[in-house]
């Protein structure tokens, strides 16, 4: 019945799940000093950049990448990607590593190019003041000479970094915005994300009705949007990150080490699905899609159809029996193609203005 | 055994109860004699030998017996009385009425009631213990040491104190159960005459015996311990159920009352929660029904609650006996009491607020008592503060002004006026173009008509559904909303709601400000209900027909007054309308209600946009919206409803009766709550929904210190306007054509930008249908604006065309600081150009030798044209452009259009008119004027500082020194600005020459202006920001860099211009801080002596869960929250100044008063007849000379050190620290420059 489940990765499929990086490397103990925080945040660890670079499958089919990796810091990792002959672009938020990263720049000549830039900072929502590291997209790519992809065709470039730990959630937002909107990066095309999040992070993204606990909105709309896959899955203790609460005190810093939850880091694949936009899901009425999966969720134990008398003035159950969809489930038992399709079903049902009871307005006002 | 013995006897009692139903045969009273008189046995001797097993118990016992005795011997000796007298004197006894007579119904309560007595017994008994030993383990308690006194004399004076601790409370828990049962019981039987003999011993139990008389302070003591040891959330329970039963006490629920409060008070963790306000009233509220019984075991609860009784108290009881007519000993007995607690007799006519039909009752028990008692009349009380003393003479010149209207009119102005507010709402005709209804239109009427209907019916019964269901939980003694669904009737609550239906913007809106706006809305209905019912209508017209007499052209007065003291003089003070209910119910409450709402209306099947459904469907629907994690929920009608209303096309607007002008003169302020509209609430201070410490400390100052704002108020709220005809008619053809931006006449919605979707091709790109979305987006949000722009300016024109030929009056009050506002929302003088061109003056007065001139001078002023020269070369240039003036008063669409260059459009055309109309009267001397002119403040806050600092310099710039031409603050800012950058650039600083030729009077106004009011660096550096984006040759790279580096020179510049005002504001900022920091809202008390406290506090949340949503109510106006040191610390500086602007605005609008003037404003700029600008051109001069004679700051220094820096400023640790500081902070004033204040009585432009 759910065959469309198949293109969805689960969780701990057993060869997208590698096991823990050994942590028996005691040399990262709590920062004490000044220069030893600086080092913090970024991969330093040459093996850990190998094997990330092997899951990446870049030396397959000798295709040439391009590769924009985010707050490369020290460049472990963008050595290791440099070896298999991708081009690099590094934008590094942290002013600090920027010599350093040109020196490397210097003794690899075009290979690797490094642009002072916070790529989650990327395109404010107010154009007016920028200042680096906030730039612009539409100033940036051009610079570098990357032109635009259609939707259609191939995978433009891939972005490797990691989600800021402190707003993960925020940083989800504002991609999932400009990806079903083709703006920022995804005006270039598929644009495909490399990125290690929180393992917590990553099991809501990736949860489905069988956890509902997790499930939530961004798994819905970012599982319609692509295919995520679990590259690799790292124990934290080997990366230390910018966050200023690992720097508070040593107690909050043990408390992390040994709390597992905490601990893992995945390396996912994001990339965006070639289908998205081939029916009467478009980037003009995507926002109402969003409010109809946000609506939803907002009670997930009640039934779909309540909510639907909130979301459109057709009568419910017709359109879940059109949908093919049960008219006794509750939002939460709900697959995420299942709501594409529920979305699709009621945007094609008429050409009429009124097929939805939504306002966009009404996510502007203040209150 | 005790327990049982007692349960038996509860039950035979209940069985005598059932019995007793019927019509009684003698045999059978007989029995029931025989009942009562074998327990009273059992009571006196086996008793004696268990005492010895269980003391606890049998304490407990004989002291609930004997109350229920004595009880007995009271209410059969009340009976005796009453058939006495019934037989005596038949016609009497509708007026001593008030005890019910026994009727079926009530005697089957009773029955159930006695069940349930001996299962309440048996718990009682065993929390009494569980109570007895905590108290005991305690080792204090104070009540019952003079319990204990009550004991020895009433009953065997051998019990070890130990023992009876408990009793107490035990016997009046037991006693207030009883009540009614044991009315019934005893109200059957025979007269008996030993306990009436015995009436008069027993007495004493219930008033408490002597008692020393530090025992009220003790317990007051006692009291206060005990309300600081109560944690917020019980305060907030308290709360709660104090409004619980005011509303019980309004809709005359006692019984649930006196249910609630006894359940509270038998639970031991609830009892600590009762408090004297909570006894008194549920006392109110059986005195009002002259049930005596019921009222004394509320008091006996309230006793053993440790509390004495207070003069509320003692009103309610001689309010009741008034009612009942019982013995005069009872009476004397309580007089005598009262007077041992302390309580003089005339307070209780002078202190407590009753309406007259209570005070008549009351009187009538004290005559009975003391034939010759004479209740005292108030004494006039008059403000004795040196600011005002010549506001109050008695001697020297007074000409009050005077309405140019008769009595008669003005009578019946009154009676319109209170029909609109009996009717609460208002059906005003729109001004929308109206086109003849066609068939569709009528057809939509028809069904919306049905609809309502349907609702209405649906409404009734979901309400008497809910109300059912919470009647029943309320019976079992637990407060719930119950009494607030009943304080309306039912019909006007479900009319409310379906009227909220209409004014739903079509976009909806958010659940929790609906909740509290149907709540809010229904507090107000109940407070007009409350003054409606209590006959007190006939009682306000009288003395509102009297009052007329001192406004009236066609009356004498011996002897001139203020409106407020003639008001007070013609009667005793209004009581105070009902305190707002916690939010707590409010939300609940209005969730409840919306809820109803939600459930009760829905659209059939016929009339939902698809087609193809069956069920009807919700009107109503509840969606979400996202702000960030924020998930907030709106309630939005059905866009088929929203059709069928624009179909329909009613061709009214419904308008609260608070929201329209009042068409008679407001009721006079006379205190903080009574004043204003004729009967819908006012509030002297607005304050945010919710924060009750503006009017807690408005209620606690003397009466005679608010007496300046109070008369002030009064007379803004006295001034009549109407409405200008022929601009309104000019304004009309614009708004009903297509509007006029320009103009400020606010274009229809249909004009908004359409978006461009019609030619987006099918394969466009993923991202070109991006952009058509944002596209979308943005004109629906434009089309959104100008809706809600043109539904504004729809109001206002609707309301003037309304009250087109009638003369209405504005009343006003005041916000926090001290401003004042007309409180009607829509349409005032307050308003855009627009607005203020609608309204004149009603009262006209000649123009006289100079009026004509003001009148011109008023109008280049409009125009804004001249605003650097002196007044000659402004008169002078009105009179050169007389010709385009006439021109566009005659034909003001069609000819040259001068008047829409002007600034103020409008007001230049109505100005226009009003020169035309005179200068062609045969003498313009003579010509009646009703056009308001201005004078305006020339920066009213840095004034008000240079005043303070004494700040020469600083003075000269905004004219308070004399100068022949007016002075500009902002262009001498401007050029000391260029100043410091010459500099700068010679030093080679590259912003300092980029910006060379920028800098002018326009860049840096906006910041100078608002500098008083505090803005920062940061906000400054945004204004400016602003100015130099919309500078076309200017590098625009540059302008954040400008920008800072102006900031800063403006900053500069304004130190050095005016050194003090930085000072002050500094000392003003810095002190905020340190009394916040030490976890106070900063206070203060205005020179004319309103109270002022700033309500910013750290944000709290309410929230209420379950039903359709869980809502969160956050508000940073909760006291009991600590201050927001930020919001204090950098609002002090401009609230301080706000206040002191008030003074002198008030202060002025006395004076003015006084001379006769009529005198209106809007905030810094005044407004009076032309022919009268120079004497309140002067009187403005003069109160501001003297206001600023006061020691301001060194009063306000004084002030904040007594109310702040208490005596524990030797305290250790960082409090004690901090304490130091702020006293040595506040005793630092400032300190004075050499301005001569004297110099403004002379300065032309001060005012201008």
Not at chain 1, 70 to 88: E, Q, R, W
Not at chain 2, 281 to 293: F, P
Not at chain 2, 404 to 416: G, I, N, S, V, Y
Not at chain 2, 1045 to 1055: A, E, G, I, K
Request: glycine share 4%; proline share 7%.
């Amino acid at each position: 019945m759910r065959k469309d489940l198949g293109t969805v990765p689960h969780r701990f499929r057993s060869d997208s799940c590698p096991k823990l990086w050994p942590c028996e490397d005691r040399r990262e103990s709590p920062p004490t000093s000044a220069s030893h925080l600086f080092s913090k945040g970024y991969i330093v660890n040459p093996t850990l950049a190998a094997t990330l670079v092997e899951r990446l499958q870049l030396t397959e089919n000798g295709h040439r990448h391009l590769i924009i990796e985010c707050d490369p810091g020290h460049g472990i990792l963008t050595k290791a990607l440099l070896n298999t002959g991708a081009s690099v672009i590094a934008l590094q938020s942290d002013k600090k590593f920027i010599p350093h990263l040109k020196s490397l720049q210097e003794k690899l000549n075009g290979k690797l190019q490094v642009v002072y830039c916070d790529f989650f900072k990327m395109d404010p929502d107010n154009h007016n003041t920028v200042h680096p590291p906030v730039v612009l997209s539409q100033e940036l790519f051009p610079s570098l000479g990357i032109e635009a992809n259609s939707w259609s065709e191939d995978i433009p470039f891939k972005v490797i970094g990691t989600f800021p730990p402190n707003n993960e959630r925020k940083a989800l937002w504002k991609l999932l915005h400009d990806l079903y909107v083709c703006s920022s990066i995804y005006k270039y095309g598929r644009v495909e994300l490399c990125m290690f999040i929180s393992e917590k992070q990553y099991e809501k993204l990736a949860a489905d009705p069988t956890n509902p606990d997790l499930y939530h909105v961004l798994s819905v709309l970012w599982q319609v949007s692509c295919k995520i896959k679990l590259l690799y899955k790292v124990s934290k203790i080997l990366l230390h990150f910018k966050k200023k609460l690992y720097y508070i005190s040593e107690s909050i810093f043990r408390f992390l080490q040994h709390s597992s939850k905490y601990q893992n880091l995945c390396f996912v694949q994001i990339i965006p699905r070639k289908n998205l936009f081939t029916k009467y899901l478009t980037p003009i009425n995507y926002d109402i899609f969003f409010h109809m999966v946000k609506q939803c969720f907002g009670r997930r134990s009640a039934f779909l159809t309540h909510h639907l008398h909130s979301l459109t003035p057709y009568d419910p159950v017709a359109i879940l029996n059109e949908a093919g969809i049960n008219t006794n489930f509750k939002s939460c038992e709900v697959y995420p193609q299942d709501y594409k399709h529920l979305f699709e079903t009621i945007e094609c049902s008429s050409d009429n203005d009124n097929k939805w009871l939504y306002d966009r307005v009404l996510e502007n006002i203040e209150c | 055994m005790a327990t049982l013995r007692w349960g038996r006897s509860a039950a035979e009692l209940s069985r005598a109860l059932r019995s007793s139903g019927h019509p009684c045969t003698t045999a059978k009273e007989g029995i029931l004699v025989g009942l009562w008189g074998s327990r009273r046995n059992s009571s006196a001797s086996p008793c004696e030998q268990e005492r010895r097993k269980d003391w606890g118990h049998v304490e407990l016992l004989e002291v609930l017996e004997a109350r229920v005795r004595q009880l007995q011997a009271e209410s059969v000796s009340e009976v005796t009385v009453k058939r006495v007298e019934v037989t005596r004197i038949p016609a009497d006894s509708g007026r001593a009425g008030g005890t019910p007579p026994p009727a079926k119904a009530e005697l089957r309560i009773g029955g159930s009631w006695a069940r349930k007595l001996d299962q309440d017994q048996q718990m009682l008994q065993k929390r009494q213990k569980l109570v007895r030993e905590k108290l005991q383990a305690k080792g204090r308690f104070l009540a019952p040491e003079f319990k204990l006194k009550a004991k020895a004399k009433a009953k065997s004076p051998t019990k070890p104190s130990a023992m009876s601790m408990a009793a107490p409370k035990a016997r009046s828990a037991a006693t207030a159960k009883l009540p009614l049962s044991e009315s019934q019981l005893v109200s059957k039987q025979p007269a008996n005459r030993n306990d009436r003999t015995e009436e008069p011993a027993e007495e004493p139990v219930d008033w408490g015996p002597a008692q020393p008389c530090e025992a009220p302070l003790n317990l007051n003591r006692s009291e206060m311990q005990h309300s600081l040891k109560l944690s917020l959330e019980q305060q907030t329970r308290q709360r709660r159920l104090e409004a619980f039963l005011d509303c019980c006490l309004a809709t005359e629920h006692m019984a649930l009352a006196s249910r609630v409060l006894t359940k509270q008070y038998s639970s031991p963790t609830k009892q600590g929660l009762i408090t004297q306000a909570m006894c008194n009233t549920v006392m109110l509220g059986w005195a009002r029904k002259g049930s005596y019984r019921e009222l004394l075991s509320v008091l006996s609860i309230m006793k053993a609650g440790g509390f004495t009784p207070d003069l509320l108290s003692y009103a309610s009881i001689l309010q009741c006996l008034g009612r009942v007519d019982r013995d005069v000993v009872v009476i004397q007995r309580c007089l005598e009491q009262m007077a041992q607690d302390g309580l003089q007799l005339e307070q209780l006519f002078l202190e407590v607020t009753l309406s007259s039909e209570e005070k008549a009752a009351m009187l009538r028990a004290v005559l009975k008592a003391k034939p010759d008692f004479c209740p005292p009349q108030p004494s006039p009380q008059v403000n004795t503060s040196t600011l005002l003393r010549e506001v109050y003479a008695k001697d020297g010149p007074v000409s009050y002004p005077r309405l140019h209207l008769p009595l008669e009119t003005l009578k019946a102005m009154f009676r319109q006026q209170l029909s609109l507010e009996l009717a609460s709402v208002v059906h005003v005709e729109s001004v929308e173009k109206v086109l003849s209804p066609t068939q569709k239109t009528l057809e939509a009427r028809k069904t919306l008509d049905t609809l309502r209907r349907t609702w209405e019916a649906e409404l009734h019964r979901q309400l008497q559904e809910a109300k059912a269901r919470l009647a029943q939980l309320t019976e079992q003694g637990r407060p719930t909303l119950y009494p607030f669904l009943c304080v309306l009737p039912e019909d006007e609550l479900v009319q409310m709601l379906l009227q909220f239906l209409n004014i739903l913007p079509a976009q909806g809106e958010p659940f929790v400000y609906l909740v509290q706006r149907l709540a809010m809305k229904t507090f107000e209905r109940h407070i007009l209900q409350q003054r409606r019912c209590r006959g007190q209508l006939q009682e306000l017209e009288q003395r509102y027909t009297q009052y007329l007499q001192l406004l009236a052209s066609d009356t004498q007065m011996a002897e001139p007054c203020l409106p407020r003291q003639h008001w007070e003089m013609l009667g005793p003070p209004e009581p105070a309308p009902p305190q707002l209910w916690p939010m707590m119910d409010i939300l609940s409450l209005g969730k409840l209600l919306l809820e109803i709402l939600v459930q009760s209306v829905q659209l059939p099947p016929s009339l939902s946009l698809s087609q193809n459904s069956s069920q009807p469907v919700p009107m109503l629907y509840h969606v979400y919206t996202f702000r960030g994690i924020r998930q907030i929920g709106f309630l939005r009608p059905h866009p088929a409803f929203i059709q069928l209303l624009e179909d329909a096309a009613e061709p009214s607007l419904i308008f609260e009766a608070t929201d329209m002008p009042m068409l008679c003169p407001p009721v006079p302020w006379s205190s903080s709550q009574s004043g204003g509209f004729l009967l819908s609430p006012t509030k002297l201070m607005r304050s945010v929904d919710g924060s009750l410490q503006h009017q807690n400390l408005l209620e606690s100052c003397p009466p005679t210190e608010l007496h300046g704002a109070l008369d002030a108020l009064t007379q803004l709220g006295n001034c009549a306007w109407r409405v200008n005809g022929r601009v309104l008619d000019l304004v009309l053809d614009i708004f009903r054509d297509k509007g006029s931006a320009h103009l400020g006449v606010p274009p229809p919605a249909s004009e908004a930008p359409r978006p461009p979707l019609d030619n987006l091709p099918p394969d466009a790109s993923p991202h070109r249908k991006a952009e058509l979305r944002a596209e979308v987006t943005r004109c629906l949000k434009i089309a959104r604006e100008m809706h809600s722009l043109w539904r504004e300016a729809l109001y206002r024109l609707s309301l003037a065309q309304h009250l087109r030929h009638q003369v209405f009056w504005l009343p006003h009050n005041m916000d926090f600081r001290g401003r004042t506002y007309p409180c009607p929302p829509h349409f005032n003088h307050l308003g855009s150009d627009l607005a203020r061109a609608l309204l004149e003056f009603a009262q006209g007065r000649p123009l006289g030798p100079h009026g004509l001139d003001w009148l011109k001078i008023h109008l280049i002023n409009l125009t804004g044209f001249k605003k650097s020269e002196p007044l000659r070369a402004r008169l002078a240039f009105a009179n050169t452009m007389m010709d385009d003036i006439l021109d566009s008063a005659d034909q003001p669409m069609t000819g040259r259009k001068w008047w829409m260059d002007a600034e103020d459009p409008w007001q230049t055309l109505a100005c226009c008119m009003e020169v035309a109309r005179a200068v062609r009267s045969p003498d313009p001397a003579a010509f009646v004027s009703h056009l308001p002119i201005h004078q305006d403040g020339s920066c009213n806050g840095l004034q008000h500082y240079a005043a303070l600092g004494r700040d020469s310099v600083g003075a000269s710039s905004v004219n308070l020194a004399t100068s022949d031409t007016p002075q500009d603050v902002y262009s001498g800012v401007a050029a000391q600005v260029e100043v410091f950058r010459t500099r700068d650039a010679k030093q080679g600083l590259k912003v300092a020459q980029v910006l060379e030729g920028f800098i002018s009077r326009k860049v840096v106004k906006q910041t100078v202006m608002t500098v008083v009011y505090g803005v920062t660096l940061y906000g400054g550096r945004l204004q400016i920001e602003k100015r130099l984006r919309e500078l076309e040759n200017f590098p625009q790279v540059f302008v954040w860099e400008a920008s800072r580096y102006l900031v800063h020179l403006v900053f500069r510049s304004l130190r050095e211009m005016f050194s003090s005002t930085r000072t002050i504001q500094h000392w003003l900022t810095e002190s905020a801080r340190l009394i916040s920091q030490a976890g106070s809202a900063v206070e203060w008390v205005t020179p004319l002596g309103i109270p002022i406290i700033q309500p910013y506090h750290k944000e709290s949340k309410l929230v209420i869960r379950g039903g359709l949503q869980s809502i969160t109510w956050n508000t940073s106006a909760d006291v009991n929250q600590k201050p927001k040191v930020v919001k204090q610390k950098n609002g002090f500086p401009p609230n301080f100044i706000h206040s002191l602007d008030s003074c002198h605005m008030m202060l002025t609008a006395l004076h003015c008063y006084r001379k006769g003037l009529t005198f209106v404003s809007v905030h810094d700029c005044f407004w009076t007849h032309a022919c009268d600008v120079s004497v309140m051109n002067q009187v403005c001069r003069e109160q501001f000379i003297r206001l600023h004679s006061q020691p301001i700051l060194e009063d306000l220094s004084a002030f904040l050190v007594r109310r702040f820096c208490s005596a524990d400023s030797a305290q250790p640790g960082t409090k004690g620290r901090l304490n130091s500081k702020l006293l040595e902070m506040l005793l630092a004033v400032p300190r004075k420059g050499d301005f001569d204040l004297e110099k403004v009585k002379t300065s032309t432009y001060f005012f201008s």
